[in-house]
């Protein structure tokens, strides 16, 4: 079973979260956050297929630049902790959809997926401006931001609730990359360094 989950770990959260998309096309009365989540949802569906297969590639660019070769299996695997954070990040704020802290976890994420993809462009040099994810990461940013304007509109967060749902998605995305990289074999503490160097060559 273990080998399963991670040969086909992707597959695995499309077929989840495909599963609450459906759910949410079957209620009625739907809340706005609630089909906010079902675009994030989505799109989230859309960007790990766009950054691994169609025409992926994400997860080569980070271990050529780490100067690690990374097995295909181990590619496939790397894919777990993402999606486990994916899932966090959309049911949560659909079954709690009157926390708005839980929504702005999740707008958060998209606004730095729209950043970090074109900072790749840059970062590994890339001939195109493409990088493997941006056109999903691009369209979760403008999601996130028509969320905040709906928010600011109807009065619906406060500072201290950006804040919180900034805060919160930094730790979790922390949590994640520092379990991706010790299932392919780096220390997490090498990564920083690593761009910086990259970044300045």
Known sequence: MGKFIRRYALEIYTVISLGLLLAGALMDNLSVIQKFVMVFNLLFILHEWEEMHYPGGFVDLISGMLGKDVSQEQKLASRIPTSILLMVFTFVPFFWDDCVIF?????????????????????????????????????????????????????????????????????????????????????YSELPKRLRNQWSK
Request: proline share 2%; net charge neutral; aromatic share 12%.
């Open 103 to 187: 929504i702005l976890v999740t707008a958060a994420l998209g606004i730095f997926e729209g950043y970090v993809h074109l900072m790749a462009i840059r970062l590994f040099r890339l001939p195109k401006f493409y990088s493997p994810g941006l056109i999903t990461a691009e369209l979760e940013l403008l999601v996130s931001i028509a969320l905040i304007v709906w928010l600011e509109q109807n009065n619906l967060a406060s500072a201290t609730d950006y804040i919180w749902g900034f805060v919160i998605m930094f730790a979790c995305f922390i949590t994640m990359q520092k379990t991706l990289t010790m299932m392919i074999g780096i220390k």
